[in-house]
């Protein structure tokens, strides 16, 4: 298991992602913020961050709960005011420009908010009214965006008796009514079973291979390298990591991972022998509670190693990198804890 001093050794080498604005953002830049920090009294919830969303990506939040992610999201969406630091979205001030920010945003809670006692196509059409569009064009985009959405066939139907992956899709349909320039997402697929998860991926895919800007937050590692162009790492506040899903892999993780099971009983016995491959043919060794992890440029030879020190585990599995190793490596935990 990677030691404290060493982690503290990895977080030294990271960029830092806060300080000043050291010029004017670009006009395909469409939130740009620095030393961006929210508290909530004692408590510091975001403490200081940088980053910068362009047009057209797909950008991820990335990190456990309590991690500040859901704070930034909402001063993000205009309905939590910065602490402090700066904060442009569209080019205008979240402070004083809210509600003109938040007419040209899409917002996907975390939590849906539909009217469970209006039918589906109902829910679409009254929330188009807050913007003060149109009846034509209202009633013109729920069609369209019901078939997007795969819920054509059930536009007359109530909101209640559907199933969570339909209502986070109906969800995400009235967040495009107003035709947003940035569509904010939050833990979009919390919740949802496996199938239903994959659903509002394809419809998400697909919203950003037609240019639509995506923000998102998730604790989901398969999510953020399905979905993201480009993301954060945040922990306790701050900003651990940032760059796209294969840069983080490349730049804080091995080319591959052997995962080790052994029986309860040997498991730290087998982790004490399993030290002795570390700058051999293990870049590193992280010890859980179930299984081990040798993080090596050739899986293969990892466990022909381990076999080499009189080691048979119960069950062996060579796989390539992931974000979830980049976390490890990053934080010491897992996103669930």
């Known amino acids: 298991m990677l030691a404290p001093a060493a982690r503290a ?9 806060t300080g000043s604005v050291t010029g004017v953002p670009g006009p395909d830049v469409l939130i740009h913020a620095r030393g961006l920090a929210k508290k909530f009294g004692g408590a510091t919830a975001v403490a200081g961050i940088g980053f910068d969303l362009h047009r057209g990506e797909a950008f991820g939040f990335l990190g456990p709960n309590g991690a500040g992610k859901s704070s930034t999201m909402r001063m993000i969406g205009c309905v939590s005011p910065p602490s402090g630091g700066e904060l442009s979205i569209l080019g205008l001030d979240p402070v004083a420009d809210g509600p003109a920010i938040r007419a040209r945003l899409g917002v996907v809670p975390q939590e ?13 059409i009254i929330y188009g009214r807050y913007f003060g569009l149109p009846h034509q064009v209202i009633t013109e985009r729920a069609a369209r965006l019901l078939e997007f959405v795969q819920l054509g066939d059930r536009a007359d139907d109530e909101v209640e ?14 967040s495009l009514i107003n035709e947003p320039e940035i569509l904010l997402l939050d833990e979009p697929t919390t919740g949802l079973d496996p199938q239903a998860r994959h659903a509002v991926w394809d419809r998400l895919y697909r919203l950003k291979q037609q240019g639509v800007t995506l923000v998102l937050t998730t604790h989901y590692m398969d999510e953020a390298e399905q979905l993201c162009d480009r993301l954060v790492v945040m922990d306790r506040g701050q900003i651990a990591a940032e760059g796209s899903p294969r840069e983080l892999i490349e730049r804080y993780s091995s080319p591959e991972v052997l995962e080790l099971r052994f029986d309860p009983g040997d498991h730290q016995q087998a982790a004490e022998k399993l030290a002795e491959l570390l700058d051999v043919t293990a870049e590193r060794i992280e010890v859980l509670a179930d299984r081990i992890l040798l993080y090596t440029g050739n899986g293969d030879t990892a466990l022909a190693a381990a076999r080499g020190l009189g080691l048979e585990p119960i069950t062996s599995l060579v796989r390539r990198s992931t974000l979830e190793d980049v976390f490890l490596r990053l934080t010491g935990r897992r996103l669930e804890d």
Not at 112 to 124: A, C, G, Q
Request: proline residues 6%; neutral net charge; without cysteine.
């Open 161 to 174: 008796p559907l199933s969570g992956g339909m209502k986070r899709r109906l969800t995400i349909a009235r």
């Open 112 to 124: 849906d908010t539909l009217d469970l006692e209006l039918t589906v196509r109902e829910n679409l």
């Open 9 to 17: 050794e990895i977080r030294s080498e990271m960029p830092v992602m």
